[in-house]
Nanobody
Framework: QVQLVESGGRLVQAGGSLRLSCATS????????MGWFRQAPGKEREFVAA????????AYADSVKGRFTISRDNAESTLYLQMNSLKPEDTAVYYC?????????????????WGQGTQVTVSS
């Protein structure tokens, strides 16, 4: 079992920046590929970014490419999402997820453990 706890979400103005964190506990963090997903009201959960166990493989949704950066600190068992140039359409609950394999996928069904989410609201 892996426990995931997101933090860092808040209200921010358009054009601003936020860094989300996902603290993990349980199994060895380095054994898992990790991802960020988000869900806006009335919409399906969507992929945002993913990172392999070593950080050597990355993937981003087209909508966030060039603005968001996913990273991980295996020593601290923590996943991050740096979000810059935020837009109102980035408003959503952001979830981190862990996959019981070291390589990444971009679909939610490929992940085995989920956090409770953190709310990001971007005002125009």
């Amino acid at each position: 079992q892996v426990q995931l706890v997101e933090s860092g979400g808040r209200l921010v103005q358009a054009g601003g920046s936020l860094r989300l964190s996902c603290a993990t506990s349980g199994r060895t963090f380095a054994n898992y590929a990790m991802g960020w997903f988000r869900q806006a009201p009335g919409k399906e959960r969507e992929f945002v970014a993913a990172i392999s166990w070593s950080g050597g493989q990355l993937a981003y949704a087209d909508s966030v490419k060039g603005r968001f950066t996913i990273s991980r600190d295996n020593a601290e068992s923590t996943l991050y999402l740096q979000m810059n140039s935020l837009k109102p359409e980035d408003t959503a609950v952001y979830y981190c997820a862990a996959r019981s394999l070291r390589t990444i996928v971009v679909v939610s069904t490929g992940y085995d453990y989920w956090g409770q989410g953190t709310q990001v609201t971007v005002s125009s």
